[in-house]
């Protein structure tokens, strides 16, 4: 299949250059400015009707810009790998291995009760009422999970995004298949579909054709938050999509079961799946970690395939998308901006004043190259990842700045500025301006629960 699919890597080039259609021309296009702009560097590959269209590889390697990357290279797809315990857990209960209304106890006994309350079917949900938990190493977890002496709800009453679900699954594998998990979905999973797959740093140290991730500042971040995600190349997500949509996996009764959610605010074990009738219409999942990002969208109604992988991560991708689906439909279709977010978080980190100094410059001179659609949301975030940090005087100014521009008529997005502003003096022990903020949060919302705790333990104390 790889000595195939690289012809036709090489055809494609070539017919780019020469005599390329209007539509691989504009997919062309939009993919270099995208990456000249700043906000793709990394592969992609898009297909239609069954047919690859488009494949590319743009950027470098690393944070030294010193390799390009090529077809081979290999990325973290973050939470897109969630779907492969999903699918193995499935394929499992079509087997007749398990019933998805099984307790986790009935597999796992080193748990505390609250084992015997969890379905199967909740850990897939994430309903389980399990808290967040994000460890790297089994250990890690089993102590973690045996320290929780009572959920956060009832099973299947509410949703928790926690990676504790995600564990519990590949253990309830582990335990029925008597296989560690990466061997378990190597053979089970990636085997059919004849692609590589799950490649995993050894001693937080990159094999050959692993790609390391950088922050827009060209800082190496590979393993700022652990090294323990599989790594896949650009065609083994292509051929994943392809494949489970294409039946070779799960059955269509699986797959609808898999695509069911907790409400209209939560996500899948697919992340987001349109049904209809029963059957899949559009699928896309959105994955990240250590300034890794993958995105995937399959489109049924013309057997339409995105999938890219990036190690700069720029939270455009599903934006990069849409232009690709204009672009396929005779839509007019854009170059998406880069995140003001993303590009000042770390100057102003390092440096409040040339931070700050930055921020302004780009408002006043590179509005064209910067989104500020979602300005306010941007320094927001911007002013958590400071507080993160312990930055908490910085933070202070950054949300006052962003006070100054909401909306006055959000209401509740305003008391939630002043909300922050406030725990920041909280945690920076001064309880009299704590106070001020949220006191002042209240007279703009007075329906804003977290700043009347926050007020009534400051009382207390």
């Given at each position: 299949?790889?000595?195939?699919?690289?012809?036709?890597?090489v055809f494609?080039?070539?017919?780019?250059?020469?005599?390329?259609?209007?539509?691989?021309?504009?997919?062309?296009s939009?993919?270099?400015?995208?990456?000249?702009?700043?906000?793709f560097n990394g592969?992609?590959?898009?297909?239609?009707e069954?047919k690859?269209?488009?494949?590319?590889?743009?950027?470098?390697?690393?944070?030294t810009?010193?390799?390009?990357?090529?077809?081979?290279?290999?990325m973290?797809?973050?939470?897109i790998s969630?779907?492969?315990?999903g699918?193995?857990?499935?394929?499992?209960?079509?087997?007749?291995?398990?019933k998805l209304?099984?307790?986790?106890?009935?597999?796992?006994?080193y748990?505390?009760?609250?084992?015997?309350?969890?379905?199967?079917?909740?850990l897939?949900?994430?309903?389980?009422?399990?808290?967040k938990?994000?460890?790297n190493?089994?250990?890690?977890?089993?102590?973690?999970?045996?320290?929780?002496?009572?959920?956060?709800?009832?099973?299947g009453k509410?949703?928790i995004?926690?990676?504790?679900?995600i564990?519990?699954?590949?253990e309830?594998?582990?335990?029925?298949?008597?296989?560690?998990?990466?061997d378990?979905?190597?053979e089970?999973?990636?085997?059919?579909?004849?692609?590589?797959?799950?490649?995993?740093?050894?001693d937080?140290?990159?094999?050959?054709?692993?790609a390391?991730?950088?922050?827009?500042?060209?800082?190496?971040?590979?393993?700022?938050?652990?090294g323990?995600?599989?790594?896949?190349?650009?065609?083994?997500l292509?051929?994943?999509?392809?494949?489970?949509?294409?039946?070779?996996?799960?059955?269509?009764n699986?797959?609808?079961?898999?695509?069911?959610k907790?409400?209209?605010?939560?996500?899948?074990?697919?992340?987001?799946?349109v049904?209809?009738?029963?059957?899949v219409?559009e699928?896309?999942?959105?994955g990240?970690?250590?300034?890794?990002?993958?995105f995937?969208?399959?489109?049924?109604?013309?057997?339409?395939?995105?999938t890219?992988?990036?190690n700069?991560?720029?939270f455009?991708?599903?934006?990069?998308?849409?232009s690709?689906?204009?672009?396929l439909?005779?839509?007019?279709?854009?170059v998406?901006?880069?995140?003001?977010?993303?590009?000042?978080?770390?100057?102003?980190l390092?440096?409040?004043?040339?931070?700050?100094?930055?921020?302004?410059?780009i408002?006043?001179k590179?509005?064209?190259?910067?989104?500020?659609?979602?300005?306010?949301?941007?320094l927001?975030n911007?002013?958590?990842?400071?507080?993160?940090?312990?930055?908490?005087d910085?933070?202070?100014?950054?949300f006052?700045i962003?006070?100054?521009?909401?909306?006055?008529?959000?209401?509740?997005?305003?008391?939630?500025t002043y909300?922050?502003?406030g725990?920041?003096?909280?945690?920076?022990?001064?309880?009299k301006?704590?106070?001020?903020?949220?006191?002042?949060a209240?007279?703009?919302?007075?329906t804003?629960?977290?700043?009347?705790?926050?007020?009534?333990?400051?009382v207390n104390?």
């Amino acid at each position: 299949m790889k000595q195939k699919l690289l012809f036709l890597i090489v055809f494609l080039s070539c017919s780019m250059i020469i005599g390329q259609p209007n539509k691989q021309r504009n997919l062309d296009s939009l993919m270099r400015s995208a990456n000249e702009t700043g906000i793709f560097n990394g592969n992609i590959i898009v297909a239609k009707e069954g047919k690859i269209i488009y494949v590319s590889q743009l950027g470098y390697t690393d944070y030294t810009k010193s390799k390009r990357l090529c077809y081979e290279s290999s990325m973290s797809i973050g939470s897109i790998s969630k779907e492969f315990n999903g699918v193995a857990i499935l394929l499992l209960k079509e087997k007749g291995k398990l019933k998805l209304e099984d307790k986790v106890s009935d597999y796992l006994t080193y748990l505390p009760e609250w084992a015997n309350e969890i379905q199967i079917q909740h850990l897939l949900q994430y309903t389980s009422g399990l808290p967040k938990i994000s460890k790297n190493t089994e250990a890690e977890y089993i102590s973690e999970l045996n320290k929780i002496k009572k959920l956060e709800f009832t099973p299947g009453k509410g949703y928790i995004y926690s990676n504790a679900n995600i564990f519990l699954q590949q253990e309830i594998i582990k335990k029925i298949t008597s296989l560690s998990y990466p061997d378990f979905i190597k053979e089970n999973l990636f085997e059919p579909l004849d692609i590589e797959g799950g490649e995993i740093p050894k001693d937080s140290i990159l094999s050959l054709n692993m790609a390391g991730s950088f922050d827009n500042d060209y800082k190496e971040t590979t393993f700022i938050h652990g090294g323990g995600e599989m790594y896949f190349t650009i065609s083994d997500l292509f051929y994943w999509v392809k494949g489970l949509h294409d039946g070779k996996l799960i059955n269509q009764n699986s797959l609808h079961i898999l695509s069911q959610k907790f409400d209209i605010n939560s996500e899948s074990n697919l992340g987001n799946v349109v049904i209809k009738k029963g059957k899949v219409l559009e699928h896309s999942h959105q994955g990240s970690g250590n300034n890794y990002e993958s995105f995937i969208f399959y489109r049924n109604k013309d057997n339409l395939t995105i999938t890219m992988i990036t190690n700069n991560q720029n939270f455009k991708l599903p934006e990069i998308a849409e232009s690709i689906i204009n672009i396929l439909d005779n839509k007019p279709f854009s170059v998406p901006k880069k995140s003001i977010y993303l590009d000042i978080r770390g100057k102003l980190l390092d440096n409040y004043d040339s931070g700050i100094a930055f921020y302004n410059h780009i408002k006043s001179k590179e509005k064209d190259k910067y989104d500020f659609s979602n300005e306010v949301s941007d320094l927001v975030n911007t002013g958590k990842y400071l507080m993160r940090r312990d930055k908490y005087d910085d933070a202070i100014k950054i949300f006052t700045i962003s006070a100054t521009t909401i909306d006055l008529s959000n209401l509740n997005r305003n008391s939630n500025t002043y909300t922050l502003i406030g725990e920041c003096y909280l945690k920076s022990k001064n309880k009299k301006m704590a106070t001020v903020f949220y006191k002042k949060a209240l007279e703009v919302d007075s329906t804003n629960k977290l700043a009347q705790e926050m007020l009534k333990e400051i009382v207390n104390k």
